[in-house]
């Protein structure tokens, strides 16, 4: 499958790029950065905000035959201005859907974030469709591009699936990462199972780890064929070495930890 990754050159951008790669996938890349040495597909140079810029990519790709389907990974990965957070993620996100609908490709999946669920209180288990509640203007674009997945899966009929990443990182850092993390290669087995799924229409998984102190409601993305394999608890006695801090204690009041008292 050829596959379109905005986001390319950024951490997830690298892990996922060279992982579908290694699965068989034929990986394109489009980022603001110019090509990573080594990069292991064709590449644009480009902002997926530009509908010019990103027209023109679809069109060289669909006069060979793609893409099948884009994995949109760009945007800043933090709190921002609530303009700046808009035209990062949601914007983004339309344009490339335009471009989808004008050039007939079914298949988005989106690095959505728990920041879009991030008000809610922490319980044992959160359901996919908990009440949206973010904790920052990140976590309002990512509701609002999840939303507008859900209209161009309703109105043009895409495949769209909205996977809420916890902390991707090499491992856990924090008290609140032995619950969050996503592993690098659990963050590939996710996209390639959202990518190849049958039928997903439009859906909303938790991007983590298989972590045993999870709190993440994991059966939308199993039935999406997701089962991932790596487990944050193997960090857990490093981690619990140092003792539990202020930061640790806002950690535990809600899923967004720290971005709930970010102003
Ligand atoms: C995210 O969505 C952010 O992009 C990242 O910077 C981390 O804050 C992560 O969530 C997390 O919740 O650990």
């Known amino acids: ?23 068989g996938h034929d990986v394109v890349g489009l980022d603001r950065m110019v090509e990573p040495e080594g990069f292991p597909g064709s590449w ?22 793609g893409p099948d389907a884009v994995v949109h990974l760009a945007g800043i990965p933090h709190e921002a201005a609530l303009p700046e957070s808009l035209a990062s993620h949601v914007v983004t996100t339309g344009v490339l859907l335009d471009a989808m609908v004008h050039h007939r490709v079914n298949r988005i999946v989106y690095a959505s974030s728990n920041h879009a ?31 507008l997945l859900s209209l161009y ?5 895409i495949d769209a699936v909205a996977t809420r990443i916890g902390s991707f990182l090499p491992q856990p850092e924090s008290r609140r990462g032995l619950s969050t993390w996503l592993s690098h290669d659990d963050a590939v087995r996710m996209f390639d199972a959202c990518l190849t799924a049958a039928d997903p229409g439009f859906a909303v998984i938790y991007g983590i780890s298989a972590n045993t102190r999870g709190w993440w409601d994991m059966a939308p993305g199993h039935r999406l064929g997701y089962s991932p394999e790596d487990d944050a608890e193997v960090f857990a006695e490093s981690i ?7 930061a640790d204690r806002v950690d535990a009041t809600h899923v967004g930890g720290p971005f709930v008292t970010e102003q």
Request: glycine content about 10%; overall charge negative.
């Open 1 to 23: 499958m050829q596959v379109l990754v905005t986001g390319a050159a950024g951490s997830i951008g690298t892990v996922v790029c060279a992982g579908l790669t290694d699965r």
């Open 153 to 157: 899966a309703d109105r043009h009929g």
């Open 240 to 246: 619990e070495a140092s003792p539990e801090d202020e």
């Open 44 to 65: 644009f140079t480009a902002d997926c905000g530009d509908p010019d810029a990103v027209a023109a990519a679809f069109d060289a790709l669909t006069s060979t035959g």
């Open 117 to 147: 669920v991030g008000w809610t209180a922490r319980a044992d288990q959160i359901s996919a469709a908990v009440r949206p509640r973010p904790d920052s203007f990140y976590g309002v674009a990512k509701v609002a591009a999840e939303a």
